[in-house]
């Protein structure tokens, strides 16, 4: 009784028994899409948040421009009393508006820039540098103090200019 139409299954080999295996299907693909609404609700919010933060990101680095300038003229100006001076006047007629700094001179200048800084700058070449008939006297941590002023004076959210 031997069919040829029909092959003969060893169910005794193990060679026998793996050829009896079928493929397995491969699964569906998986949509990357989210399916339920709320993953679109987070993801709007996230993309809000993301938009609001570069938005304040972009406005602090604008706002603070006048300090990036200020430290390049600094660099310029090194050691003379009356331009680091004249660089202060105009950083701090940008934070704190014209009408509060621009009729300062003297010792209210000095004792408005200790205020809104981390320095002292009453008892240095700063104060006098501009009214000095002869050449400024440098002042070796004038230029320190001035830097150390432009970058960590606190500016008021809205100056009267």
């Known amino acids: 009784m031997s069919d040829e139409g029909t092959t003969a299954v060893d169910n005794d080999s193990l060679v026998g028994l793996i050829n009896q295996l079928a493929e397995v299907p ?26 609001w933060r570069g ?4 406005q ?11 430290l390049k003229a600094l660099e310029r100006a090194a050691d003379d009393p ?21 009729g300062l001179s003297g010792p209210a200048w000095g004792t408005v820039l200790s205020e809104t800084g ?24 004038l230029l320190a103090a001035a830097r150390q002023w ?3 004076h606190k500016a008021p959210e809205a100056a009267d200019v």
Not at 26 to 51: H, K, R
Request: without cysteine; proline residues 6%; charged residues 15%.
């Open 55 to 58: 938005w304040r990101m972009w």
């Open 26 to 51: 491969d699964p569906a693909p998986v949509s990357m899409v989210p399916q339920t609404a709320g993953w679109l609700v987070v993801a709007g919010i996230v993309l809000a948040v993301a938009t």
């Open 150 to 152: 432009v970058t960590s």
């Open 118 to 141: 981390a320095g002292q700058f009453q008892e240095t070449a700063l104060v006098s540098a501009a009214y000095q008939s002869g050449p400024a006297v440098a002042d070796p941590q």
């Open 82 to 102: 009356a331009a680091v001076s004249g660089i202060l006047k105009r950083a701090a007629m940008v934070a704190y508006g014209r009408r509060r700094v621009a």
């Open 60 to 70: 602090h680095y604008r706002a603070n421009a006048y300090r990036r300038a200020a």
